[in-house]
């Protein structure tokens, strides 16, 4: 089993920047994936980024890369998010996602195992 627990969500205004941190523990290992999604109520769930544990290689969304980040610090068992010039469409609930299969980093959120409870994020203009 993999907990995951996310955080720095909060309001801010349409420019600022924001980082996201998700705190896993339980029984990972190097070969697991993690990502960021977010959802906004009545739309599907979107993926945003996902890196491999061992920090070996990221995948971005097309909408976001240039303005998102996904980084890791092993030693504190967290990613991180940083999500830069933020505008009133990144208002969702932004997720933490884990997934063991050792396939290539995917943005299918079927495939992943484990997920967090979420931070609200909002973006007034």
């Known amino acids: 089993q993999v907990q995951l627990v996310e955080s720095g969500g909060r309001s801010v205004q349409a420019g600022d920047s924001l980082r996201l941190s998700c705190v896993a523990s339980?029984?990972?290992?190097?070969?697991?994936?993690m990502a960021w999604f977010r959802q906004v109520p009545g739309q599907e769930r979107e993926f945003l980024a996902a890196?491999?544990?061992?920090?070996?290689?990221?995948r971005y969304a097309h909408s976001v890369r240039g303005r998102l980040t996904i980084s890791m610090d092993a030693a504190k068992n967290t990613v991180f998010l940083q999500m830069n010039n933020l505008e009133p469409g990144d208002t969702a609930v932004y997720y933490c996602?884990?997934?063991?299969?050792?396939?290539?980093?995917?943005?299918?959120?079927?495939?992943?195992?484990?997920w967090g409870q979420g931070t609200q994020v909002i973006v007034f203009s």
């Open positions: 890196i491999r544990w061992s920090g070996t290689g990221t």
């Open positions: 996602a884990a997934e063991s299969s050792r396939q290539p980093l995917t943005s299918s959120h079927v495939r992943y195992d484990y």
């Open positions: 339980g029984r990972l290992s190097m070969s697991y994936a």
